[in-house]
Every structure is written in C-alpha cells, then in structure tokens.
Nanobody, 124 residues
Framework: QVQLVESGGGSVQAGSSLTLSCAASGLSFGSYVMGWFRQAPGEAREFVAARSRRGITTKYADSVKGRFTISRDHAKSTVYLQMSSLKPEDTAVYYC?????????????????WGQGTQVTVSS
C-alpha cells in the first residue's frame, strides 16, 4: 500500500523559509516521479514543482522559480520542498504526489498517489 505523508507546514511571516517533507512508503521510490502541488481556498489545485525519478530533471511553476527547491533523498524515500522568500500568496495546502513515470509531470491528473496535505500560511 502506497503512502505519502507530508510534514513541515506551519504559519510564518512573509520573507521566511520553510521546508516541507514527504515520506514515501510502499513503493520503489526510485521508480516514481515526485511532485508538489498546492491548493489555496476556493482555487484549483496547482502545480508547484516536480523531480524526475532519478532526480536529474526538475520543473517549477513560474510563480515559485528561484524561491523553491525540490529535492529527493533516495536513502530515506523522502522528497523535500525548500521554500524561501515566502509570500502571502504562497498560502495553501501543499500536497505531495507520486507517479510511476519516466517523465516530469506537471498535471495533477497524471499522478496516481497523493498525500493528505500540509497547511502553509504566510502572513504579511
């Protein structure tokens, strides 16, 4: 049974940094592309970042490029999202996702597995 468990969310001031973690179990971590998505209240879920299964290729949403970094630790089967220079518009529930794919996926419908989400609130 595949499980993705996010952690690290919280409430911070604008300009702060935060690192989210997503621990994966029940899958061969190195065979899955890992992604981060977020959903703000009243809005659709949107792509944030993704890293290919071997960690060679990354993609970011334009809104987070240069501020967020996605990384993966294969020894721990964990994917991270390092967020810096946080803005109030980054406030959302952040979700980790996984898919058995060779590519780097930007669309939520392409992912098979999802975590429960972790709340990030950025105040001005």
């Amino acid at each position: 049974q595949v499980q993705l468990v996010e952690s690290g969310g919280g409430s911070v001031q604008a300009g702060s940094s935060l690192t989210l973690s997503c621990a994966a179990s029940g899958l061969s971590f190195g065979s899955y592309v890992m992604g981060w998505f977020r959903q703000a209240p009243g809005e659709a879920r949107e792509f944030v970042a993704a890293r290919s299964r071997r960690g060679i290729t990354t993609k970011y949403a334009d809104s987070v490029k240069g501020r967020f970094t996605i990384s993966r630790d294969h020894a721990k089967s964990t994917v991270y999202l390092q967020m810096s220079s946080l803005k109030p518009e980054d406030t959302a529930v952040y979700y980790c996702a996984a898919d058995y794919s060779t590519g780097v996926l930007r669309t939520d419908s392409e992912y098979d597995y999802w975590g429960q989400g972790t709340q990030v609130t950025v105040s001005s």
